[in-house]
């Protein structure tokens, strides 16, 4: 219904560092809770991160809990995720994801979830 447009995908050595980042002109992400999901090659799409304006807490799945960061930049209506000591398991193809007034946690890193999705950028983490 309303494109989510993600870039910053490439390829980066392993420990190296990339910034994801995911933009719309069809809503204000403010109003929305932001999440990032992925899908490795042969794998299932799993929840990455998310963070919610109608809570403090920000839910990290553990596989990146430490190493990722998500983010807003409200003023140019965007959210990041900032991905530091990048491993070769985090290659997959990384999509940006948006709920109306939702929340973040565990229970919310589901696809049925979200109502918007993005059509991802590639990561790939290689030598």
């Known amino acids: 219904q309303v494109p989510l447009v993600e870039s910053g995908g490439g390829l980066v050595q392993p420990g190296g560092s990339l910034r994801l980042s995911c933009t719309t002109s069809g809503f204000i992400m403010e109003r929305y809770a932001i999440a990032w999901f992925r899908q490795a090659p042969g794998k299932e799409r799993e929840g990455v991160s998310c963070t919610s304006s109608r809570e403090s807490t920000t839910y990290y799945a553990d596989s990146v809990k430490g190493r990722f960061t998500i983010s807003r930049d409200n003023a140019r209506n965007t959210m990041h995720l900032q991905m530091n000591s990048l491993k070769p398991e985090d290659t997959a193809v990384y999509y940006c994801?948006?709920?109306?007034?939702?929340?973040?946690?565990?229970?919310?890193?589901?696809?049925?979830?979200?109502?918007?999705w993005g059509k991802g950028t590639l990561v790939t983490v290689s030598s």
């Open positions: 994801a948006a709920r109306h007034l939702g929340v973040c946690g565990v229970r919310s890193l589901v696809d049925y979830y979200m109502d918007y």
